[in-house]
C-alpha cells in the first residue's frame, strides 16, 4: 500500500467509469436485439404475461449489469492491493456503488478518491439503467398498443 498519488487515482477511477458506462451500453444493445427477436409474439395478445415476461428479463439483465460493475471495481481495488481480503474489496465496492455509504470499511488514505469515483459511478449507472428499464416498458407498451389515443375499432 504505497502512496497513490491523486492523478493515479483520477485516471484509474475514469478508467472504471468508461468501462462499466461501455458495459452498460454494449449489453443493453444485446438486450434490445433479444427483444426485437421476439417482437412478433410480444404484439399479439393477450398482452399482461408477455408485458411482466419483457419487465423480467430487463431488470435480470439490469441487475447483471450492475454486479458486474461492482465486480471490476472490486477487482481493481483488489488488484491494487486497496484491501486485504477480496470480500472486503466486493463490500466496499457494493457499499461506495450503492452510495449506501455504512463508514464500517474505507479506503485507504491514498486511495480514497476512489470512493467518491465510485459512488459517482453507481449514480451514473443506476440512472442509465434505470431510464433503459422504463424506455423498455414504454416501447413495449407501445408496440403492444399502438400510439396512445389511437381508436381500436
Same mark, same amino acid.
Given at each position: 500500500?504505497?502512496?497513490?498519488?491523486?492523478?493515479?487515482?483520477?485516471?484509474?477511477?475514469?478508467?472504471? @467509469?468508461?468501462?462499466?458506462?461501455?458495459?452498460?451500453?454494449?449489453?443493453?444493445?444485446?438486450?434490445?436485439?433479444? %427483444?426485437?427477436?421476439?417482437?412478433?409474439?410480444?404484439?399479439?395478445?393477450?398482452? !399482461? *404475461?408477455?408485458?411482466?415476461?419483457?419487465?423480467?428479463?430487463?431488470?435480470?439483465?439490469?441487475?447483471?449489469?450492475?454486479?458486474?460493475?461492482?465486480?471490476?471495481?472490486?477487482?481493481?481495488?483488489?488488484?491494487?492491493?486497496?484491501?486485504?481480503?477480496?470480500?472486503?474489496?466486493?463490500?466496499?465496492? @457494493?457499499?461506495?456503488?450503492?452510495?449506501?455509504?455504512? !463508514?464500517?470499511?474505507?479506503?485507504?488514505?491514498?486511495?480514497?478518491? %476512489?470512493?467518491?469515483?465510485?459512488?459517482?459511478? !453507481?449514480?451514473?449507472?443506476?440512472?442509465?439503467?434505470?431510464?433503459? *428499464?422504463?424506455?423498455? *416498458?414504454?416501447?413495449?407498451?407501445?408496440?403492444? *398498443?399502438?400510439?396512445?389515443?389511437?381508436?381500436?375499432?
Amino acid at each position: 500500500r504505497t502512496d497513490s498519488p491523486m492523478v493515479l487515482q483520477l485516471l484509474i477511477g475514469s478508467a472504471l @467509469l468508461a468501462a462499466t458506462a461501455l458495459l452498460a451500453s454494449m449489453s443493453w444493445m444485446l438486450l434490445e436485439m433479444v %427483444l426485437r427477436r421476439t417482437h412478433p409474439w410480444i404484439i399479439h395478445p393477450p398482452y !399482461g *404475461l408477455k408485458l411482466a415476461a419483457v419487465l423480467l428479463v430487463a431488470m435480470l439483465w439490469v441487475l447483471c449489469m450492475m454486479t458486474l460493475s461492482i465486480w471490476i471495481w472490486a477487482v481493481v481495488f483488489w488488484r491494487l492491493d486497496v484491501f486485504e481480503s477480496f470480500e472486503g474489496a466486493v463490500y466496499f465496492a @457494493l457499499v461506495a456503488f450503492t452510495t449506501l455509504g455504512f !463508514g464500517d470499511v474505507l479506503l485507504p488514505q491514498p486511495w480514497r478518491l %476512489l470512493g467518491g469515483l465510485a459512488a459517482a459511478n !453507481g449514480l451514473m449507472i443506476f440512472g442509465f439503467l434505470t431510464a433503459m *428499464l422504463v424506455e423498455t *416498458l414504454r416501447q413495449t407498451r407501445y408496440r403492444q *398498443l399502438g400510439p396512445v389515443g389511437q381508436d381500436d375499432d
